[in-house]
T-cell receptor
Framework: DAKTTQPPSMDCAEGRAANLPCNHS???????VYWYRQIHSQGPQYIIH???NNETNEMASLIITEDRKSSTLILPHATLRDTAVYYC????????????FGKGTKLSVKP | DAGVIQSPRHEVTEMGQEVTLRCKPI?????LFWYRQTMMRGLELLIY????????DSGMPEDRFSAKMPNASFSTLKIQPSEPRDSAVYFC????????????FGPGTRLTVL
């Protein structure tokens, strides 16, 4: 079973920041938080991952709380193309890194 | 690189027929994964390979499903005989190295079994 909890859906206005929360209260010390997204009819796409420090790349920022029990994915200026299902996944660091997908959050970016 | 390539993109077949889905991973990637996605069950891992060797097939639903990876650049997922409940989108993904490396997904094959 997935180790994360995400809201089933969220809306965001185009051009505004989209903040997607994820709860992973049972995360252990060597487990990473990964985010993937799936645009309709496409394969999932990697966005970002982190262990305990905040991370930023060209797509998004990842904010992980100090106790690591939750995180937030931030899309700083959402566009219509960011409409997708966003998956938060916990991956053990020493494992084969297999991904267990939950139901994710359906983000709808509206004009 | 062209990314992960899957064929066919769409397959419609009749119950009882054999179905073969194909995947070409990204060159240099030594892990290959097969997933299935349905509305009811979401995205599920079926099987994965490391250096062409099947490592974990615990997600394969039943004996009607089989997967092979004869070389580093090609894998197949076969369903024989197919059933309507096998209708789903099947994704192939590849990864370079272990653990935390990124998985890259193909565009998927949409299978419809009538």
């Amino acid at each position: 079973d997935a180790k994360t909890t995400q809201p089933p859906s969220m809306d965001c206005a185009e051009g505004r920041a989209a903040n997607l929360p994820c709860n992973h209260s049972t995360i252990s010390g060597n487990e990473y938080v990964y985010w993937y997204r799936q645009i309709h009819s496409q394969g999932p796409q990697y966005i970002i991952h982190g262990l305990k420090n905040n991370e930023t790349n060209e797509m998004a920022s990842l904010i992980i709380t100090e106790d690591r029990k939750s995180s937030t994915l931030i899309l700083p200026h959402a566009t219509l193309r960011d409409t997708a299902v966003y998956y938060c996944i916990v991956v053990p660091g020493g494992s084969q890194g297999n991904l267990i997908f939950g139901k994710g959050t359906k983000l709808s970016v509206k004009p | 690189d062209a990314g992960v390539i899957q064929s066919p993109r769409h397959e419609v077949t009749e119950m009882g027929q054999e179905v073969t889905l194909r995947c070409k991973p990204i060159s240099g990637h030594d892990y290959l994964f097969w997933y299935r996605q349905t509305m009811m069950r979401g995205l599920e891992l079926l099987i994965y390979f490391n250096n062409n060797v099947p490592i974990d097939d615990s997600g394969m639903p039943e004996d009607r499903f089989s997967a092979k990876m004869p070389n580093a650049s090609f894998s197949t997922l076969k369903i024989q005989p197919s059933e309507p409940r096998d209708s789903a989108v099947y994704f192939c993904a590849s990864r370079q190295g272990q653990g935390r490396d990124t998985q890259y997904f193909g565009p998927g094959t949409r299978l419809t079994v009538l």
